[in-house]
């Protein structure tokens, strides 16, 4: 049974989607803040997490954010439910790290929607993620694999600017766009501006792609001085 974590501070909303979700077949529990929130996946990690924006103590944002900063949150599928359904308000919810974003109100069948179309992306990577460590263990790939990899071009080849390449590291070892943006010193926006470039010349959709990109390819940090 699919663990899901609710964080919302209305008590009444919580109470129903708890309800709901449970007649769906998940296991559910629920707190009114991002900082219960944050004790909780401490404790017993979910497998998705939804979660309002504006809450006290800690908001959402602040949540996702902190959540994204952590080995166990990384790549744990996010969502977001929020009365702010502005455009700018999304954007800001995908930059911080977020999965998908729903506005409220909301019919649950499309929350639930969402879930499983999160759950079924976890299953696919995991898998995948599984196949690619036990050849690397085995030392065996399949031959159409080995000719396809065999003149694997070394890792400053890639179409990318020095800008670029220095975003690309980041993201492939699991830094969300503001981790990014404070350790590089330059603003989410133009981090995310860098990966969309990133994604379109190597012909990737998103980061779960670039990461396998990187993985497959034997892609790995440089060292100091090969840094630009």
Same mark, same amino acid.
């Given at each position: ?20 979700? @449970? ?5 559910? @529990? ?46 744990? #599928? ?29 019919? #649950? ?24 460590? @036990? ?18 071009? #070394? ?32 603003? #989410?926006?133009?981090? @995310? ?36």
């Amino acid at each position: 049974m699919k663990k899901i974590l609710v964080v919302d501070d209305d008590r009444t909303l919580r109470t129903v989607l708890t309800r709901y979700l @449970q007649t769906q077949g998940y296991q559910v @529990q629920d707190v009114s803040s991002g900082m219960e929130a944050l004790t909780v996946f401490e404790q017993d990690a979910p497998d998705v997490v939804v979660s309002d924006v504006m809450m006290p103590e800690m908001d959402g944002l602040e949540f996702c954010r902190r959540l994204r900063g952590i080995p166990s949150g990384q790549l744990v #599928p996010f969502i977001f439910l929020s009365g702010k359904g502005e455009l700018e308000d999304r954007i800001q919810g995908h930059t911080i790290g977020a999965d998908d974003y729903l506005t409220k109100p909301f019919d #649950p069948r499309e929350l639930v929607a969402k879930i499983e179309a999160q759950l079924e992306r976890s299953r696919r990577i995991n898998a995948e993620m599984v196949r690619l460590m @036990q050849q690397l263990a085995t030392g065996a790939a399949p031959a159409e694999e080995k000719s396809q990899h065999s003149d694997v071009p #070394p890792v400053m080849s890639l179409p990318l600017t020095p800008a670029e390449q220095r975003v690309f590291w980041e993201v492939i070892q699991g830094f969300t766009n503001k981790q990014i943006s404070d350790r590089l010193f330059i603003s #989410p926006r133009t981090v @995310q501006t860098h990966l969309s470039n990133i994604l379109g010349k190597l012909e990737l959709d998103n980061r779960s792609q670039l990461v396998r990109f990187a993985f497959e390819r034997g892609y790995r940090r440089p060292s100091n001085e090969e840094q630009l």
